[in-house]
Nanobody
Framework: QVQLVESGGGLVQPGGSLRLSCAAFGRIFSIAVMGWYRQAPGKQRDLVASETSGGSTNYEDSVKGRFTISRDNAKNTVYLQMNSLKSEDTAIYYC????????????????WGQGTQVTVSS
């Protein structure tokens, strides 16, 4: 019902920057929360950052001050600006969206992007 399309990953040197984008398409009435998780090899998937439709943000401690999440609600799109990247930021980054599919829907459904690889290496 809803598809999330990510872009913006790649290879960057330590200290560099990348900007990830994720756009949601499909049966969407509203999106309560959009955000990003990441998963490094051999590790669990962890929340990186999230933002509510009202603009409240939440960040994992290790990225505070370096990453910035933002949303364009009119475009159903979320961004993750990543600065001062470190080797430990290397992971597959997955966006997600908690969606109300219709007017009057009682529950949100969570949808995931396909993942985009971010590699920080010299």
């Amino acid at each position: 019902q809803v598809q999330l399309v990510e872009s913006g990953g790649g290879l960057v040197q330590p200290g560099g920057s990348l900007r990830l984008s994720c756009a949601a398409f499909g049966r969407i009435f509203s999106i309560a929360v959009m955000g990003w998780y990441r998963q490094a090899p051999g590790k669990q998937r962890d929340l990186v950052a999230s933002e509510t439709s009202g603009g409240s943000t939440n960040y994992e401690d290790s990225v505070k001050g370096r990453f910035t999440i933002s949303r364009d609600n009119a475009k159903n799109t979320v961004y993750l600006q990543m600065n001062s990247l470190k080797s430990e930021d290397t992971a597959i980054y997955y966006c997600y969206a908690d969606v109300f599919n219709t007017l009057g829907a009682r529950y949100q459904n969570r949808y995931w992007g396909q993942g985009t690889q971010v590699t920080v290496s010299s």
